[in-house]
């Protein structure tokens, strides 16, 4: 079973960053496939970072693109949101997600988040206004 905590959410003005962290816990292997996802208020969650460490592979929903980074301390068991030129269109409830059963890139870029294999944070709330 695997545990996940976000945290390093909060408010923020237009323009400004914030790091998120998600700590993994209570397993016995290595997830390859892991990523954020966010969901507004009345809308559905979506992705918006993959990371396959599997072969470092990485990608980012358009409109986050140039904006935020996906990243992964191992010796940490920690993954990492670095979230710049924050826009209120960012406000969420962010989620750190895992899936061990997804074992190739393709997969995992595919079909993160929306298998019953699929790990789930609590979320962190991100707020942007002024």
């Known amino acids: 079973q695997v545990q996940l905590a976000e945290s390093g959410g909060g408010p923020v003005q237009p323009g400004g960053s914030l790091r998120l962290s998600c700590v993994a816990s209570?397993?016995?292997?290595?997830?390859?496939?892991m990523g954020w996802f966010r969901q507004a208020p009345g809308k559905k969650r979506e992705a918006v970072a993959f990371?396959?460490?599997?072969?470092?592979?990485?990608d980012y929903a358009d409109p986050v693109k140039g904006r935020f980074t996906i990243s992964r301390d191992n010796a940490k068991n920690t993954m990492y949101l670095e979230m710049n030129s924050l826009q209120p269109e960012d406000t969420g409830m962010y989620y750190c997600?895992?899936?061990?059963?997804?074992?190739?890139?393709?997969?995992?870029?595919?079909?993160?988040?929306?298998?019953?294999?699929?790990?789930w944070g609590q979320g962190t709330q991100v707020t942007v206004s002024s």
């Open positions: 209570g397993y016995t292997y290595t997830s390859n496939c």
């Open positions: 990371l396959y460490t599997g072969s470092g592979a990485i």
């Open positions: 997600a895992q899936d061990p059963k997804l074992g190739t890139r393709r997969l995992c870029f595919e079909a993160l988040g929306s298998r019953q294999s699929t790990y």
